[in-house]
């Protein structure tokens, strides 16, 4: 392809500013480069928690992905979809003698979206299996208890600015003496028009 069929193809394409839900304020995370508009729909773009906030509080450990639903003349406007504890802090909670008590569970929101979520619990030394497993239990119940009393965006805000895994810490701290506890990542499975659909054919299957 000759230089001037390349700069012709980039003259048609256009950049977009993609923009972070109202929960994060709009935020600007970055631009996407497209010729029309149909093709930015669905991309994702990840970036950290400083990032989005604009702060610099450290908070570059925890990364955030979010995917464009919507374009306008020149923006394009995203949804959360995921946040995640980078790997090698993941790792440097990591400490010998001790134990990590980690749990996948999947909760539906008041609005009906559903939502996974994977809490895990650093203790100070290692704790015996029924120790662990009390842990395990609390870890559950109070990410359940977290989603029948929030809706999604008040989920994701309990699990980015740290209240989930605090409420977790103060309640199973009495169980084993714990050193840290995380959400290292909570991921949006379904939306509630999908989990209504889910339901409905459900309902028809066992009707059937």
Partial sequence: ?????????????????????????????????????????????????????????????????????????????????????????????????????????TVETTDDYRVRLQPVSYTTKSADDSQQKAIRRLMIDLVEEAAEERTFEGLIDSVIEGRLSSAIYSEANTIYPLRRVEVEKATLEAHPEEVHEEEETSAVDTEE
């Fill in 1 to 105: 392809m000759s230089e001037r069929s390349v700069s012709k193809q980039n003259q048609q394409k256009r950049w977009y500013t993609v923009l972070a839900p109202e929960q994060f304020d709009r935020a600007e995370l970055g631009e996407t480069l497209a010729d029309e508009p149909e093709k930015v729909l669905d991309r994702t773009i990840e970036a950290t928690l400083d990032d989005v906030t604009g702060e610099s509080g450290g908070e570059n450990n925890l990364k955030l992905t979010f995917q464009v639903t919507d374009v306008g003349s020149d923006s394009a406007y995203t949804e959360f979809i995921e946040s995640e504890l980078t790997r090698d802090y993941q790792r440097s909670l990591v400490r010998r003698g001790s134990s990590k008590i980690a749990s996948v569970i």
